[in-house]
């Protein structure tokens, strides 16, 4: 998300009272977390406003659960194969708290002032009364995460005892010797735990406590803190990490289990691509960058979604393992940053993609697909000729879809005397038109290829040009050579 109500934008200006007597005189009270979120859902849901903005594809599936669950209550475990938005899901809920909440000021615990739940808080209210001092807390600073590896820890999680503070002269017993980890700082927030079967077993039972009781446990003793948290997991599924599991104790405190999954229509691939790309320099501009932002015309983003989906689909391919939206974001990128190359190179204005830029996807990310021949040999060139094979079969979908019934005999004419036209990744647009001269129904292609009226370049006509070439051969009505980077359409 990155409009203006976006929950993690700059903080704007916080509420008023910055003392307890003044929150009790504006009426405040305490609410916690749980139906703070729920009251917020129930509001946006109420309002027809979209609860989780910038989630795509997952609007009549995973949301609906997710809705349900939050409105529960339920702390909740996100389970699917990569790249399919878990996090960034999780990251989503942040909106759904208040944009500011008061706490007591200096609190490691993010404790609300009518609400104090540890030693130091009683005694700051007990000493200053009236007059404790109260701080406000921004939304997108009550959101913690940890990525679960082998080496976590409890104290990374939990908390430990701190040695600087035993040797002032506290006693083990003295829960302010506690050194509080990631979760209890967390209180009053969302915490989240990516890839959580890669916890280890025994870590993993140190968060029963925080699910069910909703206190720790540090070095023997128990410290009684009511957290008042929603905490969020992700997985893959099981039957892909292989490399651990989540332990039924703690999976059954969960309230919800939602499964995710890659978009199921192609229009929602195209949108969440678009989303995604246009996040990025390659797509989205940076005022560093010598060129425009490059256009990426709509048929090749269509391509490269295409191309993802047959990818996944293919049985070459784990299927256990999953292709990520990353892929298919990788892919985009790559072919926007040959044409920002061409430009650099060829000396065009503006940097305009075109299906010359497609071959350099397969290479680039060849790394990101676990092929089903795991034993295969890393030189094997059999890998690069599936996706090659792919993309060739992503780009004459995307013709058939886009240039159905379009009349290109015209263009197809020009090389019925053997001529040719000579294309490559450094060929500038306008050298490519220069050798076809007048190209018949030309309005009606960047018609169909989405290109506004009025807004036709000599790029974008090129670009357009280039694909219905590339159309022609695919569908076996002419002729090409490729040796290198250079392309040769016709005889």
Not at 230 to 248: C, F, K, Q, W
Not at 313 to 342: K, P, Y
Request: include cysteine; glycine fraction near 10%.
């Amino acid at each position: 998300m990155t409009d203006s109500a976006s929950p993690w934008a700059p903080a704007q200006t916080p509420p008023a009272p910055t003392t307890l007597g003044e929150l009790r005189a504006r009426g405040a009270a305490f609410r916690p977390v749980k139906a703070e979120i729920r009251a917020n859902l129930l509001a946006r849901l109420g309002a027809g406003e979209p609860t989780l903005p910038g989630i795509v594809g997952f609007e009549d599936t995973v949301v609906p659960e997710v809705e349900r669950a939050l409105i529960a209550g339920h702390d909740l475990v996100l389970l699917g194969e990569r790249g399919q938005g878990k996090t960034r899901l999780i990251r989503t809920l942040v909106g759904l708290l208040d944009e500011w909440t008061p706490v007591l000021a200096g609190s490691e615990l993010n404790e609300h002032p009518l609400h104090p739940i540890s030693v130091w808080a009683h005694r700051q209210i007990a000493e200053h009364g009236e007059d404790t001092p109260v701080g406000w807390l921004h939304r997108s600073e009550r959101f913690g995460e940890k990525l679960a590896t082998p080496d976590t820890s409890v104290g990374d999680l939990i908390g430990d005892v701190d040695p600087i503070k035993v040797a002032e002269g506290r006693t083990l017993g003295d829960p302010e010797t506690v050194h509080y980890g990631l979760v209890p700082r967390t209180n009053r927030g969302i915490f989240s735990v990516n890839e959580l079967p890669d916890l280890a077993e025994r870590i993993q039972v140190a968060l029963l406590n925080v699910l069910e009781e909703r206190d720790i446990q540090i070095r023997g003793y128990r410290v009684r803190l009511p957290l008042d948290l929603l905490l969020v997991a992700s997985a893959n599924p099981e039957d892909y990490t292989n490399r651990g599991r989540i332990i039924t104790p703690l999976k059954d405190r969960f309230g919800a289990e939602v499964r995710t999954h890659y978009p199921i229509e192609l229009a929602d691939e195209i949108r969440l691509l678009t989303q995604e790309a246009q996040t990025s320099w390659v797509v989205g501009g940076d005022r560093h960058d010598p060129f425009d932002a490059p256009v990426v015309p709509a048929h090749l983003v269509e391509i490269v979604a295409r191309f993802t989906r047959l990818v996944r689909e293919s049985s070459h391919v784990d299927q256990r393992s999953g292709v990520s939206a990353r892929f298919a974001i990788a892919g985009l990128e790559t072919v926007a940053a040959s044409a920002v190359r061409r430009a650099a190179v060829a000396g065009e204005t503006r940097p305009v993609a075109r299906v010359v830029d497609l071959p350099g996807v397969v290479p680039a990310s060849r790394g990101k697909v676990e092929f089903a021949d795991a034993g295969s040999d890393p030189d094997d060139d059999r890998e690069l000729e599936v996706l090659e094979h792919l993309l060739r079969q992503a780009t004459a979908q995307t013709f058939r879809a886009r240039c159905g019934g379009l009349d290109l005999t015209g263009l197809q004419e020009h090389f019925t005397g053997g001529e040719t036209v000579e294309s490559g990744e450094l060929v500038p647009g306008a050298a490519l038109l220069g050798q076809l001269g007048t190209i018949p129904r030309l309005a009606e292609l960047l018609g169909r290829l989405g290109v506004p009226e009025g807004e036709e370049s000599a790029e974008q006509a090129a670009a357009a040009v280039e694909f219905a070439l590339e159309g022609l051969y695919l569908t076996r009505r002419l002729a090409k050579d490729t040796d290198g980077a250079r392309t040769v359409y016709g005889a």
